[in-house]
């Protein structure tokens, strides 16, 4: 349905920057686009626009490469060329790693769009020449055309699902749309020889460009009902490629009829220009949230108490009675409560209850879960492109066999479903069973990770990194004794194998060892948070529950340089202990989560960094709330 739509037009300020200029470092955005050189080969890049420093970026082996959009995790999506055949492509900045996208029998594919759920939009040519759109979870692709169309183009998909692109009529001309999941909305403008949708943020506006009757392109904004559009100041031409949800605009402009020579940003009233030095050309489609660089993890090994008592409390004011938390934090499922808690209550039996909180210090009054055999010791992940929770835990009925460690379904955290025993093949035993082998029996999860794009399968190519496997598992052994932790991966969730045996290095081991008989940690180094530095290469961090005569003594700390498969204790350990002369963990203090921020160097103006142990006097076990210094 065409509408007629208002245009705005905007009093615009421009400032025009050098390339390279050294500054203080402060918040910035990473801008994404690629450029073409003096050979006519095209290049990624992506450019801080705080310090105005580009970086490029070339997919290895490949003969021209473009980034297209990146996210706030760090992802960035683009195409590759080989040959004359093109690639889509998903690559994380901080992580170094890369993954070809190829839609199943296309000739050619181009990823162009990705949100924070890393869901990507694209397109691919079929065999017989034609483009449609489509939408990629991490495992099913989905096809995207729009309705009597002759071809389809997808370019980006917003949290909630809705994607824009644009779309081929049989006259040949090109049409924006706006797609909800279930309609699609065309996007047009009257007199336009075209219309490009390319952008959508979180507050439903889309940016693109078109082509007016005089066969000017002009940059736009939409929101649905009025389109503004935004000029750059005496360009002959000018588009926009993208925008977040500060509304800031990247795009670019010719000073004539000729490539596109200049980016920009547009922030406001105010045009922030860059050129990659000794392009030809360069295209601009994409910008973070704000960015903001931190110092290492590392830098960071006491713990402290926040005030007096920093237990945490439920809405009505009552302390958190609970142990063995289990923490996720997403802003994107949910804004006003993005943390959500899974913990195990004291009694007898042990029940495990969840809550959500705004903030991670006050909770919700919490609820039991069903569905779960005997459980204690819970670890839940997120399984995002199916958006479901899976949980792992102890069954406390259970100890001296893999039937101690099983695992449930979930939509709502709540309600769990097929619950069943983790199975182990044979030749690669997590759990023996026999005396005294380290591995003799189990207390369930200590950590679990779940990598939607896997590399590596144990069935098929192996990995020297856990973390390249869909599931990697690190979970709890015992002798009837001491306690220490290991590894296994899986490619479905349900069948591990334990990661030394997977290995060909038998017999399997722990990942950590335990301390010398005059060490803190002697007999236990176990449950505890596990997670990768967003700011060191290849740098894992695990603060672990540790003691010499029970596992509930202290909190040690401990890092991994080869992707978490062999740790090195801290020679300050322990960071916390029940001998400290805190009261409210002068009996207990163990069991430590961490919520680290998950989005690389976006993590906007501060680090997201929350440490919650549990502590017991003697009177009460609840949890408490650290920080770091």
């Not at 080969?41 to 959009?69: C, L």
């Not at 040949?172 to 219309?195: C, H, N, P, R």
């Not at 958190?320 to 006003?336: A, M």
């Not at 060892?513 to 997670?531: E, Q, R």
Request: proline share 4%; glycine share 12%.
């Amino acid at each position: 349905m065409r509408r007629e739509m208002k245009v705005l037009f905007l009093v615009m300020v421009f400032i025009i920057f050098s390339v390279g200029v050294s500054m203080a470092q402060q918040t910035f955005h990473l801008v994404v686009g690629y450029y073409t050189d003096a050979a006519q080969k095209q290049h990624g890049f992506w450019y801080n626009d705080s310090s105005r420093t580009f970086t490029r970026y070339d997919v290895p082996g490949s003969g021209g490469t473009q980034i297209n959009k990146i996210n706030d995790l760090g992802y960035m999506v683009g195409k590759y060329v080989v040959g004359t055949v093109s690639h889509g492509f998903l690559y994380h900045l901080g992580r170094n790693t890369l993954t070809t996208i190829d839609f199943p029998g296309a000739t050619a594919t181009n990823i162009h769009g990705i949100n924070n759920r890393n869901k990507m939009v694209g397109r691919y040519r079929d065999t017989a020449g034609g483009w449609h759109g489509f939408v990629y979870s991490g495992q099913d692709f989905t096809v995207i055309d729009y309705p009597g169309a002759v071809e389809t183009y997808c370019s980006d998909i917003d949290e909630a699902g809705n994607m824009v692109g644009f779309y081929k009529k049989t006259t040949g001309m090109l049409l924006g749309f706006y797609y909800d999941g279930s309609t699609f909305t065309s996007i047009e403008y009257q007199g336009a020889k075209y219309v490009k949708a390319w952008d959508i943020n979180g507050e439903n506006r889309v940016a693109g460009n078109l082509m007016d009757k005089k066969e000017k392109i002009r940059g736009f904004l939409y929101d649905g009902i009025d389109m503004t559009f935004v000029d750059y100041p005496l360009a002959y031409h000018t588009y926009c490629g993208g925008l977040n949800d500060e509304n800031i605009v990247v795009g670019g402009y010719t000073d004539a009829d000729t490539d596109w020579r200049y980016g920009f940003t547009y922030a406001g009233a105010t045009f922030t220009t860059f050129v990659y030095p000794a392009s030809t050309a360069m295209i601009v489609y994409g910008i973070t949230a704000p960015c903001r660089d931190f110092s290492p993890i590392e830098s960071y090994t006491v713990l402290h108490a926040n005030g007096d008592d920093p237990r945490i409390v439920n809405t009505d004011g009552r302390l958190l009675g609970g142990y063995y938390p289990s923490i996720i934090y997403d802003p994107v499922k949910d804004k006003q409560k993005p943390y959500r808690m899974w913990f195990s209550s004291p009694g007898s039996p042990v029940t495990i209850k969840f809550s959500q909180s705004q903030e991670g210090e006050v909770w919700d009054i919490p609820q039991g879960v069903t569905g779960l055999q005997n459980p204690h010791h819970v670890q839940v992940v997120y399984i995002s492109d199916q958006d479901k929770y899976r949980v792992y835990y102890w069954d406390t009925a259970q100890l001296y066999s893999i039937a101690a460690m099983r695992t449930a379904q979930s939509t709502d955290g709540i309600g769990w479903t097929d619950d069943t025993v983790i199975s182990q093949p044979a030749g690669y035993e997590l759990i023996t069973g026999i005396f005294p082998d380290f591995n003799r029996g189990s207390y369930g999860p200590v950590a679990v990770f779940y990598n939607r794009f896997p590399t590596a399968s144990v069935t098929g190519s192996l990995s020297q990194d856990p973390h390249q496997y869909r599931f990697a598992y690190y979970y709890d052994c015992t002798t009837g004794g001491q306690q220490v932790v290991s590894l296994a991966v899986s490619d479905n969730g349900t069948t591990f194998y334990q990661w030394h045996l997977l290995q060909g290095n038998s017999p399997a081991q722990p990942v950590m060892a335990l301390g010398n008989p005059a060490d803190w940690d002697s007999n236990y180094a176990t449950h505890g948070a596990i997670f990768r530095s967003n700011e060191e290469a290849n740098k894992w961090y695990f603060y672990y529950s540790g003691g010499r005569n029970a596992v509930h003594e202290g909190i040690g700390m401990a890092y991994s340089t080869d992707h978490g498969v062999t740790w090195t204790k801290y020679g300050q350990n322990p960071v916390r202990s029940m001998n400290d002369g805190i009261w409210w963990h002068s009996r207990r203090c163990y069991s430590p989560a961490v919520i680290y921020g998950e989005n690389g160097k976006c993590l906007g103006a501060d680090r997201l960094y929350k440490i919650w142990i549990t502590g017991d006097d003697g009177s009460f076990r609840g949890l408490g709330y650290l920080y770091l210094e």
